[in-house]
Structure formats: structure tokens, C-alpha cells
């Protein structure tokens, strides 16, 4: 098994070195800007962490894959951060912000291609279910996107329905990444399926927490605005819950004008009342403790050795437990 320190060593060299073309700079900076404000790379990290459990040394052929994972990730911020106007990203301006809508587009899709490079270095005995299992997921992750923007435009969603909406967006992903690790690593189909759920239902967990942490988060560790899902009136876990709960004018909350920063504070604070008087914040950090246990007896299903699953778990904890 690979240690943690190892990987950790490994992922600060990779991210590090991280190479884009050159020119034209105004295409390519904004990825080197990207991947320089940094980030947990969480999903690279899970795909090594599980090869690791199959293989004991590194190299090019799941290194770049896990890149890609990363890259296609950052892809993906880049044009949500367009659709939903946010204006930081992990403290600092983002890209559309930064230069503009045209340019941060044209550079998230070379960064779409660059991520399909990297992943196409996965070892030839299983490039092609490699190259299969990422263009699934970069395919649901669009689904999940559109999703998330049809939801804007209705007056109710059902739990169900966000569920499989954040399954798609961020679930799968994860997902992904803990069975490509597993895929290039030599471990068995079976292994490789648990290894998915523990991720997508960490996933799960993962989107559910964000959603808490957009409304009762520290702006400095959140790395954005705080109440911004209140302020764009968006289906959120807690507005859904809310709603579920019978939180009385939680529509009309959502709904008011939120131009100033005035009417901004008065609408999150408003919101935030209406949370409270049903419990939703309580209710939010349940179902996040739920879906991470969920997550690890999916993982148990592996057949792993116990410092593997320690491992697992040690992740879950890392991924989901930053402020609860």
C-alpha cells in the first residue's frame, strides 16, 4: 500500500510541474491561473489513494490520468462560475471575472481536452475502459449541470430529484476517480464497483456539506461569498428541506430582490430564520454524517485490508468533516 505521505509528496510535485501550452497565452494562462490558486485536489488524490491499495510505486501511467481527473474538475469550475456569476473562486477572482466570459469559455473547453489527454496515458490494458468510464462521467456530470440550471426555473423539487441532480454533478466524479485508481491499480470488477459507491456516495455527502457551508460557512475557509445560493434563490439541499419541513414563506424569502447589499444581508438573514424554525441546519449535518457511513460500507465491500479502509474513511473524514 502507498502511503499517504508518499501521495500527498506526489500530487505537490505533479500540480507543481503541471504543464500547459505556451501560447496563445490569453487561451492558456487562465489554466495556469487555475490550477496555481490551488485546491485540495481531492479527486487525484482518491485516484491514487485506491491504486495505491493494489500497487506500491507511481509513475506516468496513473499520474497523468489522476491529472486529468483534476484538470477536468478545474474545467468544470471555470463554466459553472460563468453560469452562477460567482465572482471568487477559493478566494480569488474567477477567470470570467478575472478576463472575461469569452475567454474563460474558449478556456475551459481546451481544458475539457486537456483533461482527455491525460487520462488516454492510462496503461493499453486498460486505456479502453479507462477512456469509457471518463467519458461516462464527463457526460453525467454535464446532465447534473442541467439539472441544476432547469431547477432554477421551477418553484419546487423534490429531494429525489436533487439527489440524483448532485449525484450527477459531483457524485459521479469522485465516483470516478476512486474506480480509476482501482482500474489502472489491477483490482478485481467487484472491488472496482464498491469503490465507485464509496465515492459517489461520498460525493453525495461532499455536495450536501457545500450546500450547508454556502450558508453557515466561514467566507476566509469557504473560499467564496457566503449565502450565495440564498442570494440567487438556487435549489439548495436546505431550501428543499426547508420546504419539506414546512418552513411558512420560505418561497416568498427566496424570491425577494437582492440587488443591494442591504436587500443581499436582509434576504440571506431572512432565509436563514426561516432555516432555523424548522431545523434544517441540524437536519443538513445528519444526512452528512448518514452519506459518509453509507460511503464506507460500500467501501467495506472491496474485500480491503483494514489499513485500506482506515484510509478510506480517514479520507471521508477529511472531505466532509471541515466544520462539522
Given at each position: 500500500m502507498i502511503q499517504e505521505t508518499v501521495i500527498s509528496q506526489a500530487l505537490q510535485d505533479l500540480f507543481g510541474q503541471i504543464q500547459f501550452q505556451a501560447e496563445p497565452a490569453g487561451l492558456y494562462d487562465p489554466l495556469r491561473y487555475m490550477i496555481a490558486i490551488g485546491g485540495k485536489r481531492l479527486r487525484p488524490r482518491l485516484c491514487l489513494l485506491t491504486y495505491g491499495f493494489y500497487q506500491e510505486t507511481l509513475g506516468p501511467h496513473i499520474l497523468e490520468p489522476a491529472a486529468g481527473l483534476e484538470v477536468y474538475h478545474t474545467f468544470t469550475l471555470i463554466h459553472d462560475d460563468i453560469m452562477d456569476r460567482s465572482p471568487l473562486r477559493r478566494g480569488h477572482q474567477t477567470v470570467w471575472k478575472k478576463c472575461n466570459e469569452v475567454t474563460a469559455i474558449l478556456s475551459g473547453d481546451v481544458m475539457c481536452i486537456d483533461a482527455f489527454k491525460r487520462i488516454a496515458q492510462a496503461p493499453q490494458a486498460v486505456l479502453p475502459q479507462a477512456l469509457a468510464l471518463f467519458s461516462q462521467t464527463a457526460s453525467e456530470v454535464c446532465d447534473g449541470q442541467q439539472l441544476d440550471m432547469d431547477f432554477e426555473k421551477r418553484s419546487h423539487v423534490s429531494m429525489p430529484e436533487y439527489?440524483?441532480?448532485?449525484?450527477?454533478?459531483?457524485?459521479?466524479?469522485?465516483?470516478?476517480?476512486?474506480?480509476?485508481?482501482?482500474?489502472?491499480?489491477?483490482?478485481?470488477?467487484?472491488?472496482?464497483?464498491?469503490?465507485?459507491?464509496?465515492?459517489?456516495?461520498?460525493?453525495?455527502?461532499?455536495?450536501?456539506?457545500?450546500?450547508?457551508?454556502?450558508?453557515?460557512?466561514?467566507?476566509?475557509?469557504?473560499?467564496?461569498?457566503?449565502?450565495?445560493?440564498?442570494?440567487?434563490?438556487?435549489?439548495?439541499?436546505?431550501?428543499?428541506?426547508?420546504?419539506?419541513?414546512?418552513?411558512?414563506?420560505?418561497?416568498?424569502?427566496?424570491?425577494?430582490?437582492?440587488?443591494?447589499?442591504?436587500?443581499?444581508?436582509?434576504?440571506?438573514?431572512?432565509?436563514?430564520?426561516?432555516?432555523?424554525?424548522?431545523?434544517?441546519?441540524?437536519?443538513?449535518?445528519?444526512?452528512?454524517?448518514?452519506?459518509?457511513?453509507?460511503?464506507?460500507?460500500?467501501?467495506?465491500?472491496?474485500?480491503?485490508?483494514?489499513?485500506?479502509?482506515?484510509?478510506?474513511?480517514?479520507?471521508?473524514?477529511?472531505?466532509?468533516?471541515?466544520?462539522?
Open positions: 439527489m440524483r441532480m448532485i449525484g450527477l454533478k459531483t457524485g459521479v466524479l469522485l465516483a470516478c476517480s476512486a474506480r480509476m485508481g482501482a482500474l489502472i491499480g489491477g483490482a478485481s470488477d467487484a472491488s472496482q464497483k464498491a469503490l465507485y459507491d464509496y465515492g459517489y456516495n461520498l460525493g453525495l455527502a461532499f455536495q450536501v456539506a457545500d450546500d450547508y457551508l454556502d450558508a453557515y460557512g466561514d467566507e476566509k475557509v469557504f473560499g467564496k461569498p457566503i449565502g450565495g445560493d440564498i442570494i440567487n434563490a438556487k435549489k439548495s439541499w436546505l431550501t428543499i428541506k426547508a420546504e419539506e419541513s414546512g418552513a411558512a414563506g420560505i418561497d416568498e424569502a427566496l424570491n425577494a430582490p437582492a440587488v443591494t447589499e442591504e436587500e443581499k444581508a436582509a434576504k440571506i438573514a431572512r432565509v436563514k430564520a426561516l432555516y432555523a424554525s424548522v431545523g434544517v441546519a441540524d437536519a443538513a449535518k445528519a444526512a452528512i454524517a448518514e452519506l459518509s457511513a453509507l460511503a464506507i460500507r460500500k467501501a467495506a465491500e472491496a474485500s480491503l485490508p483494514a489499513d485500506a479502509l482506515k484510509a478510506l474513511e480517514s479520507f471521508a473524514h477529511a472531505l466532509v468533516g471541515r466544520s462539522f
